[in-house]
């Protein structure tokens, strides 16, 4: 137990010693500083790409019907410069466009149809959408009045609102999405780095030969548990610090993100969302960290760690992307989930992702949790056979049935 | 166990084999404190696989490792081992990777400092310690290997090519300190393809060929029970000598080689070597050595080990 401690302790020294670690750390806690800190000196306007919408901007009106229609559409768009003149073809409104003279164009054949004519189209462009709310008010409130109705009849009717209100009993399915999606980022981009780091650190150790002093000075069990504990609790103070950081940013600028949507949704977490995030996070990260860890013991060199460690990595990508795409389709209580979130290798993103958008209960997520666990205890078992058999092993990197063969030998 | 107790390491016919591939056949030899071992042979013979199955990193097939009788158990006697391929860690400074390797070995944090220091000031790189490993010279990294087979005070010493790229002053400084070891009761297991360590170092040699041992015993036994009927005689006037010689016609000489420095005589038995000291006696004052041609641990290396492994 000593030995492991010693090793552990070696491990997550190497961590707060490498200068990319702590710099990436620094880096990201930056870019906190900065985002939190953003709205204090803009006078509460957070960080949005500008548009570009203050801009005046031109617009050709060619209307081939009824004139109040260009002038609803006048009132409507009051910070466009418009320009109206029907008697010009589409032809000419494409050029002037293309030519500058104008940002946009429309030209309207009938009441219910026209033609948009814009250089490029943005993304965040509403114009359009705009002009199509106006045509088909006007077109009702012309269509009514033709059948009689008074022009308070039809403002009543055409201006008439409804007002609702979503009462939510169980979970906030957009909040959660949000959540899960948010979490699941953070396990998979710990996972795939910390779990790489764990196969690079053996292999490196085995490439610089400091292997052959390793195992004969400790026990293979006590060193890869070591590092892979080392590793992750490493890893876990990484995020930990990164975590209590922008809480401390976020207090002290609390006034100026009151009403920062994003910001409340990191606030709206709830703490037993948290314990399911670090509880999954340590089991996923502890599985394929050890799993990492046997693939790298059998790299001779550190270009090997990439083709060893692929099929363990491809596993765990696949898992991420079945998880997410049920996600976005909104079929997280699809059967093959549900299977998934049992299955070790996945069940810590899709019973995470259950959990998240609230159709797991807790007792679905223990039972996943206590099969992880199990599994977790026999894999790392098996990488620890697999290791003291790779960390002899030099030349090129084994095929699989080679490692079958060699396990089925050393029992 | 302290250092003070003689121990007595026995391989007992150790056998391994790595799937078909039988690696050891068969191993049996015995090692004690305060005397180094000789183990030799050819690359590939199974030397690796023996310093191996004796450190625990893996079993044997069959046969045992004892330590005074018991079975050994590497929790409670510290093996210092240097291995042949040098392995630290390079990006690593050097007392912060001593440390944790005898801290590993069980060794408390303070001790493992103070041993440090002590090795690396006998080994004159102690203004090195807080640099990292890679950068220093590789005669320097070799010696830091040293410290770091020896930081543990281990009670069995096992170097494997602890020479290799050493200068003459490093080289001296090294065995100097093997010396030492040697002398203050360490077990020493002692593996090199340069005989004139060996002959320095080991009372007693085996040689592993194929994975078997095929021989063993005291470097002077050895030697000694080799035919001792060829003479060399050392003199500046080589020409009067072997005229003499030659002319005579003696019976019990079988041939007569020299070359600028001496005359190598192959007598019939050697138990003429007292007729061949008689005849030439009245050139005496011309000859400055007469003795009998040992065969040298390298020819006696070749001539056990060639042709297979």
Known sequence: ?????????????????????????????????????????????????????????????????????????KSTLADFEITVDNQQSFENAKESVANGDYKIAIVIDSPLEYKYIVDNLGLYDTTSYIINEVMLSSYKANYLANAGLSAEEINKFTNAFVTGESVIVGQDQTQSFFHAYLLMMVLY?????????????????????????????????????????????????????????GVICVVINKDYLMGNEVLSMFTNISPSLVIYTIVFFVLGFGLYAFLNGAMGSMASKLEDVGTLTMPVMFTFIIGFVITISFMSADKIDNIIIKILSYVPFTSPMAMFARICMGTASHFEALISIIILIISIFFLGRLAVTIYRIGILMYGKPPKFNEIIRALKNNK | MTGDECMILTINNVTKNFGDKSVLKGISFSAESGKAVGVLGRNGAGKTTLIRIIMNVFGADSGSVTLDGNPINTKNVRIGYLPEERGLYPKKKIMEQLVYFAELQN???????????????????????????????????????????????????????????????????????????????????????????????????????????????????????????????????????????????????????????????????????????????????????????????????????????
């Open chain 2, 107 to 309: 060794v408390d944090k303070k001790v493992a400092m103070q041993n440090a220091e002590t090795l690396l000031r006998r080994l004159d790189i102690e203004e090195y310690k807080n640099r990292r490993l890679d950068t220093l010279s590789k005669g320097n990294q070799q010696k830091v290997q040293l410290v770091a087979t020896l930081i543990a005070n281990p009670d069995i010493i096992i170097l494997d090519e602890p020479f290799s790229g050493l200068d003459p002053v490093n080289a001296s400084l090294l065995k100097d300190l093997v010396k030492d070891l040697i002398r203050n009761g360490k077990l020493v297991l002692f593996s090199s393809h340069q005989m004139n360590y060996i002959e320095e170092f080991c009372d007693e040699i085996l040689i592993l060929n194929g994975g078997k041992i095929v021989l063993s015993g005291g470097i002077k036994e050895i030697k000694r029970g080799y035919a001792r009927n060829i003479i060399e005689i050392k003199t500046d006037d080589i020409k009067t000598i072997t005229d003499f010689l030659n002319n005579g016609n003696f019976d019990f000489i079988k041939r007569i080689t020299c070359d600028n420095e001496k005359i190598t005589i192959t007598l019939i038995d050697d138990s003429y070597k007292d007729k061949l000291m008689e005849t030439i006696s009245q050139f005496g004052n011309l000859i400055d050595g007469f003795s009998v041609k040992e065969p040298t641990l390298n020819e006696i290396f070749v001539s056990f080990t060639e042709g297979q492994i």
């Open chain 1, 189 to 245: 981009v710990a996972v795939l780095v910390y779990g790489q780091l764990v196969a690079q650190s053996v292999a490196t150790e085995k490439s610089s030969r400091a292997m052959e002093l390793l195992i004969t000075s400790a026990d293979p069990k006590n060193l890869i548990f070591g590092k892979v504990i080392g590793t992750g609790v490493a890893g876990l103070a990484q995020i930990a610090v990164l975590l209590i950081w």
């Open chain 1, 1 to 73: 137990m000593k030995q492991f401690f010693t090793v552990f302790k070696f491990e997550f020294k190497n961590f707060l010693k490498n200068k990319i670690f702590v710099g990436l750390t620094i880096a990201v806690a930056l870019v906190i500083t900065l985002v939190t800190f953003f709205p204090r000196f803009t006078g509460g306007k957070d960080i949005s790409i500008n548009l570009g919408e203050e801009t005046v901007k031109s617009l050709l009106i060619i209307n081939k019907t009824d004139e109040s229609l260009t002038d609803a559409i």
